[in-house]
């Protein structure tokens, strides 16, 4: 929020409870399942952004699978996709996902 002070400096400030809106990039192996491709596709191709936006968990795991943090986003759509890209003899994709709020455990 920009205000000007009474000595007329314009002084730049955060709201309080701001939303933290962003965007995330992820790569991941592709695989068969349709469910993550159906819903890039219910934006990018169809441009159905009210029905697309989707809150959504990204988990980080460790080598062993113990999971590390969860990582929440909400009102999430698929901003842009890239795929597939062959990395280390496998099958990638990449997705930016926007979202309207973040938030962590």
């Not at 695989?31 to 952004?49: P, R, Y």
Request: proline share 3%; net charge negative.
């Amino acid at each position: 929020m920009r205000q000007v002070l009474p000595t007329g400096e314009v002084a730049v400030r955060a709201m309080p409870a701001s939303r933290l809106t962003g965007e995330i990039t992820i790569t991941r192996r592709m695989d068969k399942s349709t469910a993550f491709t159906d819903w890039i596709k219910s934006t990018l191709v169809n441009a159905d952004l009210d029905n697309a936006r989707q809150d959504i968990t990204l988990v980080l795991k460790d080598a062993s699978q113990h999971t590390l943090k969860r990582v929440h986003l909400h009102n999430a759509w698929a901003s842009w996709w890239e795929g597939p890209q062959l990395a280390d003899g496998e099958r990638t994709e990449s997705v930016t996902i926007a979202y309207e709020n973040i938030t962590t455990e």
